[in-house]
C-alpha cells in the first residue's frame, strides 16, 4: 500500500470506486463542512474537497479535509498550481499528512480571470504534471524538490485529472501517459456526458495500457436544471454535452428527476467500458443528492475494507 | 524586438503631476513612434490636452531613441530646454522615462504610458507578446513557441483541460500556446520531445531578487 487511503483499498481490492466532491464554505464554518459529511459520508469511499474552485476564495482545502478525517471519512486534498509555490505546496503537503489525509489530488487549476479576485497574481512557479512528480518524490524517495530529506512518511495516494474532451484530442492520452509516468495512482476525469467519444479515449487508454498502471475514475457531474445545462453547454471549455441530453432535460416535465435518470444512466454505461475503475461525483451546491444516485445506480452500499 | 505600450488615462496622468503646473513633455521616436502612443503626434496631442487641463507645456520634444543615453552635449541640451518645468511627462515605454530620469535628477519624470510588454508586430497593427525574459529559455524544447508567455498559466506540460479547438480557456480570442506547441512540434515530428516530462523551472534567474544585471567582458 502506498497511502492505506479507504480509496486506495477499495481500488486495489477490485471495487468499482465512487469518490464524491464536497464544496467548503465561503467562510470559516466547518460545521457545514461536517454537516455535507454527514449527509453523504456512506455514499462514497472518498471525498474531494476543491481548492478554491473556479478561482473563488473558500474555506481551504486543507482544514476541510482535515474536519472529514477526523470524521472517520477519507478525504481527497484537492491542490492547485495557480495560488501558491513549491515551498507552501510541500509544506502543506506534509501539513495534510499530519492531519490524517492520505489522498491528494494534484491540479494546475482554473484560471484567476474566472474568479472573484480577477486582479490577484496567479502563481504557477510548478504545473500539475510537475506537482505529481513531487509528492512522488516526497513519497517514495523522501525528498524535497530541493534534494534535502523529508523526515518520516509522507504516505499519499496520487491523483491527478484529465479531460478526454478536450484538444488537441489526440494528445490526450499522451499527456495522460505523461502524468502516470510521473506518478499519478489514479485520474478523476472531467464530466462524461458524450459516452461514445469517452469510450474512444477509454480505448486509446487501455491500447496504452495505461488503465493497468493507474485508476480512471469517470467524472460524473448531476445536472439540476436547463438553465445549469446550457451553461456548462455554452461557457464551460472542455465540457461537451450532446445536444441530445439538453432536450431531453428541455422537454422534460419534472426535470430534476429527468437530470437523475440521465445521470444514473451515464453511469451505468461508463461501469461498461473497459478499463474504467469507478466515477467522481461532483455535485456541486447539491451534495444531497449524491446518495440517491448512488442507490439508484445500484452502487451502495459501499464495501468496507 | 518592439517595446509595446499603452497611453495611461489622463486622469492619472493628470493626478500623477500633482502640484506642478510648468510640464516638460517628451516622446520617443522608436517603437512609441511606431505604436502611435509617443511619436509627435501624441506629443502634440498630449499638449493640448494638458494645456486644456490648465498646464502649461513649456518644452517638448521626441528624443529618438529615448531608452538609449545621449551623448554628453544633446543631454545638457535637453536639460538646458527643460530647467523651467516643475514635472517632466514621458510618453516612452518605462526604459525612456528612466533614461530621462537621469538627465533630470530634480524633479519628477513621470509616465505618461504603460509598458505593457515586448512583442513583435503579428498582423498589421496586432502586437503581440512573445517572450517574459524568464532568464532560462526553454524554446529548443518547445518548437521556438515560448511556454511561458503563450500559455495562460505558464504551464511547461501542456496543454490543460481547457484547451478546445485551438483556443485557450481564459478567452477564445487567445490562441492555446500548448495547441501552438503541440502542431508545431508535430510538424517537425518531434512529438516525442514533448513526452519528456520538463522538470521545475529555475526561477531564481528570473523576476526575483532585485535588478538582473550583467557586465560585459572588457
Ligand atoms: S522560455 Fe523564457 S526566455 Fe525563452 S521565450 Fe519564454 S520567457 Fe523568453
Ligand atoms: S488552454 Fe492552452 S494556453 Fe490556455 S491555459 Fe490551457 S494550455 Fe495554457
Known amino acids: ?305 | 524586438m518592439k517595446s509595446i505600450t499603452a497611453t495611461k488615462p489622463l486622469e492619472e496622468i493628470v493626478d500623477s503631476l500633482g502640484k506642478a503646473r510648468k510640464v516638460a513633455l517628451f516622446g520617443c521616436g522608436t517603437c512609441p513612434a511606431m505604436m502611435g502612443t509617443g511619436g509627435l503626434e501624441q506629443v502634440l496631442e498630449m499638449r493640448s490636452n494638458l494645456e486644456g487641463k490648465g498646464f502649461q507645456v513649456i518644452h517638448d520634444e521626441v528624443i529618438p531613441v529615448a531608452c538609449e543615453m545621449l551623448p554628453y552635449e544633446a543631454k545638457e541640451e535637453l536639460v538646458k530646454r527643460a530647467r523651467a518645468a516643475e514635472a517632466a511627462l514621458v510618453l516612452s515605454c518605462s526604459l525612456g522615462v528612466r533614461q530621462v530620469c537621469s538627465y533630470l535628477e530634480s524633479i519628477p519624470v513621470l509616465p505618461a504610458l504603460n509598458t505593457l510588454f515586448i512583442g513583435v508586430e503579428e498582423e498589421g497593427g496586432t502586437f503581440v507578446e512573445e517572450c517574459r525574459q524568464c532568464g532560462d529559455c526553454v524554446l529548443a524544447r518547445t518548437g521556438g513557441i515560448c511556454p511561458v508567455t503563450r500559455c495562460a498559466k505558464s504551464l511547461f506540460n501542456g496543454p490543460c483541460g481547457g484547451s478546445v479547438q485551438g483556443k485557450c480557456e481564459v478567452d477564445p480570442s487567445i490562441p492555446c500556446g500548448w495547441q501552438m506547441i503541440y502542431d508545431r512540434m508535430k510538424a517537425l515530428g518531434r512529438l516525442d520531445m514533448l513526452m519528456e516530462i520538463e522538470p521545475v523551472k529555475d526561477w531564481s534567474v528570473s523576476w526575483h531578487g532585485g535588478p538582473r544585471t550583467i557586465k560585459l567582458p572588457e
Request: aromatic share 6%; proline share 5%.
Open chain 1, 1 to 305: 500500500m502506498k497511502s492505506g487511503s479507504n480509496l486506495e483499498k477499495v481500488l486495489s481490492a477490485g471495487h468499482f470506486a465512487v469518490t464524491a466532491e464536497i464544496g467548503p464554505p465561503k467562510g470559516g464554518s466547518g460545521r457545514i463542512v461536517e454537516s455535507k459529511g454527514e449527509q453523504i459520508g456512506h455514499a462514497a469511499d472518498a471525498f474531494n474537497v476543491t481548492d478554491n474552485q473556479t478561482a473563488v476564495v473558500r474555506l481551504c482545502s486543507l482544514a476541510s479535509c482535515a474536519i472529514l478525517a477526523r470524521m472517520g471519512l477519507d478525504p481527497v486534498m484537492q491542490m492547485l498550481c495557480r495560488d501558491a509555490n513549491r515551498i507552501r505546496l510541500q509544506s502543506d503537503i506534509c501539513g495534510a499528512v499530519a492531519l490524517g489525509i492520505r489522498n491528494i489530488l494534484c491540479l494546475s487549476g482554473d484560471h484567476i480571470k474566472f474568479g472573484n479576485h480577477p486582479t490577484a497574481k496567479s502563481v504557477f512557479d510548478i504545473d500539475s504534471t510537475q506537482l505529481i512528480q513531487t509528492v512522488k518524490l516526497m513519497r517514495d524517495e523522501h525528498k524535497f524538490l530541493c534534494g534535502e530529506e523529508v523526515s518520516g512518511e509522507i504516505p499519499l495516494f496520487i491523483g491527478a485529472v484529465e479531460n478526454p474532451y478536450s484538444d488537441p484530442f489526440e494528445w490526450r492520452v499522451h499527456r495522460l501517459a505523461k502524468k502516470v509516468k510521473a506518478g499519478a495512482d489514479f485520474i478523476q476525469t472531467q464530466a462524461i456526458y458524450d459516452i461514445p467519444k469517452f469510450a474512444r479515449w477509454m480505448e486509446e487508454v487501455c491500447d496504452a495500457g495505461l488503465h493497468e498502471q493507474t485508476h480512471i475514475l469517470a467524472g460524473i457531474i448531476p445536472v439540476k436544471s436547463v438553465g445549469m445545462a446550457r451553461y456548462m453547454r455554452d461557457y464551460v471549455s472542455g465540457v461537451e454535452i450532446p445536444a441530445e441530453f439538453v432536450r431531453r432535460l428541455e422537454d422534460a416535465k419534472d426535470v430534476k428527476e429527468e437530470g437523475i435518470k440521465m445521470i444514473v444512466e451515464i453511469i451505468e454505461q461508463v461501469k461498461e467500458i473497459p478499463g474504467v475503475h469507478g466515477i467522481h461525483v461532483q455535485a456541486v451546491g447539491w451534495e444531497e443528492i449524491v446518495p440517491e444516485i448512488m442507490e439508484r445506480a445500484g452502487l451502495l452500499p459501499r464495501p468496507i475494507i
